[in-house]
């Protein structure tokens, strides 16, 4: 039983059930006068993030119309941005391991 509520697919998981959803919810923001400092910073400091950022302007029309957008786009590569949102904090072992006692 303990396998099918840990497992996030199953119908009658935990996740299903909106036990973790606080996993699933970005906690941490930046207001938008900060990041359009650190933004500048960025494009200064790495000239291929400053060009990822032009090529994304130049292909996106709804990213090149959208300020939240924009910034959220440094936000996310800063190292202020959670790496580990949406990660499920519960493993499984796909393979069996053998394990030796000496």
């Given amino acids: 039983m303990i396998v099918h509520l840990l497992e996030p697919r199953a119908p009658d998981s935990f996740v299903r059930w909106g036990f973790l959803d606080a996993i699933f919810e ?5 207001e938008m006068r900060v990041l359009e400092r650190l933004a500048r910073q960025m494009l200064q400091q790495d000239p291929a993030l400053a060009e990822e950022f032009r090529h994304k302007l130049e292909t996106d029309s709804t990213f090149a119309k959208n300020p939240r957008q924009r910034l959220y786009f440094f936000y996310r590569r800063s190292p202020y941005w959670d790496r580990t949102i949406n990660l499920y ?3 499984k072992i796909e393979h069996p391991v053998h394990l030796s006692v000496e």
């Avoid at 970005?26 to 930046?30: G, I, L, T, V």
Wanted: proline residues 12%.
């Fill in 26 to 30: 970005q906690k941490e923001y930046a």
């Fill in 89 to 91: 904090p519960i493993g």
